[in-house]
């Protein structure tokens, strides 16, 4: 699996760099994030998910976001980027992959893989940490890994972002800093409209610009992939986390970041199969022609149902455990 120790650093690095943003935790208090849910309550607008405020929480707040505007689209993305990494601060996700899945998964060839703006709405009220399997160096920079979040706006549906934050650290000064990436890829289009997931990768390339892309973009974006499954384990690690209210007399209603972060396991099944596969094959004295266990790509289906088979529903088609023919009888 995703080794422990480089997870932990990860986080540790995207922690201390929030905690060092400039006023970034005096103005997402947990108290204001804690009225926004009381606030939520008593109407149908969302304002907050998870622990993602989709408006300013305070008066303050919502000052620094309208001087933000003020620098245009760069500005917008400010207060965007605040928001994500305060709904990671309180949730603290970490994405931990299984060794022997993952090396398969990178593997895999998504060439004809295609997704849709409602999977990467998952992301909603659940930033999550991917961390790197070990962290990629060029110049005077460490990447440890990327904070994956998406943002949509509590009054516009289709005013949408899928953003990524890679965490970066200066090995001179030891400064961590969250340079935006922000995919362009129609994002205002229909929710189910197939998009191109390499089209995405070779967009997030043109948009992004950001130091060392170009070696951590296959491993990212594999993981990424694996998080638009539906599998079980991604839907445990991609369920809406809202922190616990804490009510305290004579002191503000709050919630409170989590002191550790919460390290998901992601592929084990699969990896268990592999790893199974492998002992067969150890004790197997029988020709080895059998198939490997291995990831058969994930694909579109439009399915036919309804009266007259004439309803179409497109769906995207999970990744595939193949195993070989004895371990499949089992």
Partial sequence: MTDRSVATAAASEAVAGIRGMSRLLELYKGSD????YEIQTKQKKRLIIGAQPL???????MMNMQL???EGIEGAKKFIRDTLLIGWWFTRTVAVFDGDMLGELMETDSKDLYVSIS?????LGNPVLIPFEKPYEIDDTEIFGCIVGFFEASDNEKESSFLLFPIQRQKSGG????????????????????????KIIETTEKEGHQLGFELYKHELFSKIAY????????????SESAPSIVRRRKKPDTIFAPEK?????????????IRQYKVYLSSSSEPRGTVKPHIRRAHWHTYLSGKGREKRILKWVLPILVKSADLSAK
């Avoid at 999977?119 to 992301?123: E, L």
């Avoid at 800093?177 to 409209?193: C, Q, T, V, Y």
């Fill in 55 to 61: 408006i300013p929480p305070s008066p303050e707040a």
């Fill in 33 to 36: 994030l804690a009225r926004l």
């Fill in 68 to 70: 933000q505007l003020f």
């Fill in 227 to 238: 998080l638009l499954t539906e599998t079980p384990d991604v839907e445990s690690c991609m």
């Fill in 261 to 273: 972060p919460k390290f998901m396991m992601l592929g084990k099944e699969f990896g268990d199969a």
């Fill in 119 to 123: 999977q990467f709405r998952k992301f």
């Fill in 175 to 198: 400064k961590v800093s969250f340079p935006i990436i922000a995919p362009n890829f129609n994002i205002a289009s229909d929710n189910e409209l197939s998009i191109s997931f390499p």
